[in-house]
């Protein structure tokens, strides 16, 4: 009897060992589209792409709504609170899309580059939004208020117009300013599949992307566009059955560094399932702390890989089962220094349709460290 009173009490400990060893992670909803499912209610809200602004608010583009909406910041109380501040983002003049904007990836604009024009007056643009119609749009409230000015517009590009789904600003090797866009193009069969960049004056100066993916991997289009550690980091979908995903790593001039990629999923198997969002975790973030985090907009999970590429797992919450956003988009981490730890900041569109979908923006934070 005493064996087997020691023999469960040794069970217990190992389950207690192997429970607190899993990615234990909590999930707060801040802001929901739908009342009731956090904590404030936004009916702009179908969040894709999301940026920080020097004070700390959060500035999400709602892709159905062709809106930009802001959210306050704050280490003190719960963040989230919806700001008055609403951009327009306007639909591309031959109106592919219909005639509401549908903004997807969010640049801060922290130079004095790409200025933009309007009313008389002109500066420098403080946010940049790409949107799936094949434009980009800048927006600084000394030219207009409420509205972003189109400075892009490949919607009728030949052969394929652009669509736009991610965006990024960076340097290149010697310095200069790049808007990096990420372009799937809006033709029969996806065929742009390439990041596209442009100047500090927004003409084109080039375009890069993984040859071999094409041939690998049909039906995978470029998907969005990140930099991690000085790095481009991009991320390749499949849009139809089995869903899949690549990421790749390029330097800042587009040279491609992952021949045989960084991650990769074939057919379907694999933790790569249309990856868009990518982060590197701060070391403040539980166990995944240093990991590259990649979420998955098909089936709303986020893994976590080394600077190699492996696969070591999945964000869980405390009871072991996997978080799941259905339709993430986004995520950003940012420092709360109350707890001393990283949030893991993320938008996504519930019950996503033709790219939108019911908008959630939340937190997810490591449970031993948490507000």
Known sequence: ??????????????????????????????????????????????????????????????????KATFYAQSSQALPGKPLPLIITIPPAPSQPFGPVGTPTGVAYNPTNQFV?????????????????????????PEVDPSHAIIIVDNSAEQPFAASYTGLLIGRNSQGKVVLYAADSGNGPDISNNRIDMFGGQFHKIGSFTDPNVASQYPGNTVFQVEDVDEKIF?????????????VDIFDVDGNLLTPNHFAANAGGHGPLVNPWPIAKAPNNFGKFSGAILIGNVEDGRINAFNQSGDFLGTLRHKGG??????????????????????????????????????????????ADRRR
Request: one cysteine or more.
């Open 1 to 66: 009897m005493k064996n087997n009173s020691r023999i469960l009490a040794l069970i217990g400990t190992l389950t207690l060992a192997a429970t607190s060893a899993l990615a234990q992670y909590v999930q707060t909803n801040l802001v929901g589209y739908q009342p009731g499912i956090a904590f404030y209610t936004d009916r702009f809200l179908n969040g894709w792409g999301m940026e920080t602004a020097p004070d700390g608010s959060f500035c999400v583009a709602n892709t159905a709504t062709g």
């Open 116 to 140: 933009i024009s309007a009313h008389g007056k002109s500066a420098p643009a403080r946010f940049l939004f790409a949107t799936l119609d094949g434009t980009i749009s800048g927006w600084n």
């Open 234 to 246: 991009v991320t390749f979908a499949g849009f139809a059955p089995p869903f899949g995903g690549i």
């Open 321 to 366: 089962e996997p978080i799941v956003i259905p339709g993430l988009w986004e995520f950003i981490f940012e420092q709360n220094a109350d707890c001393d730890c990283a949030e893991l900041f993320f938008t996504a569109g519930v019950n996503v349709a033709n790219f939108a979908g019911n908008g959630l923006f939340g937190i997810i934070s490591a």
